[in-house]
């Protein structure tokens, strides 16, 4: 079963919002170009991926303009770092599984990797072979928005507001279902940073940490 990583998002007496990682890191900017955490496994280096889709975010309904901006920002970026690889994206994605009749397998994988971290063949098997592609990216959102941070001391307090985005990838072998890679990554805003402005990091650092370790 797969280990999950969370957003931490909370009211503290110190600035400190960060991603429960082994590493324990913050989301401040000296860090933020390095991804947080991630897994690599043997069997990438060998796996063709020429072709790959990008299944829509499992809990794109909360984030609905995060989804499609992160989404959009990771191809983007992966197609200028890793101009060799097609992604097929979400919303074409979506149009597959429907053509081919997929959307019952499609619930029963996502809710069953979802809730048990094993990914089941039929689902990946059908699309592999309809969408001619080599494996799948699942990701989920873990931040997208404006929190507001409290701070204490002498007892006075004050409060600021800062943009924190944050997701994770998953990437499986179509064929026999292997997780060949998984990475998480999150950023909190300086001053005058958007949500946008965080989302094209994110997605920079995960093409460019695609297939790799933080280190």
Known sequence: MLTRRTLLLATATLPSIGFV???RRRLGPKDRDTILDARLDPGFASTPLSRLIFLPFSNELDYPEGA???AGNFIGAMRQKHADISIVGPQDTKQLIQDQKLNKDYRTFVG?????GVATMPFLEAVGQAGRVDGIFMGRILAFGVIKQTTYFGGISWSKNKAVVGMELTLC????GRELWWGTHGVQGEKNESVRDLA???GE???????RLPY
Not at 205 to 211: D, I, L, P, S
């Open 68 to 70: 499609m901006i992160l």
């Open 205 to 211: 650092v995960f093409a460019v940490y695609f297939g």
């Open 112 to 116: 069953n990797y979802m809730t048990t």
């Open 173 to 176: 072998r179509t064929k026999d």
């Open 21 to 23: 990682t082994a590493q």
């Open 200 to 202: 094209k990091i994110v």
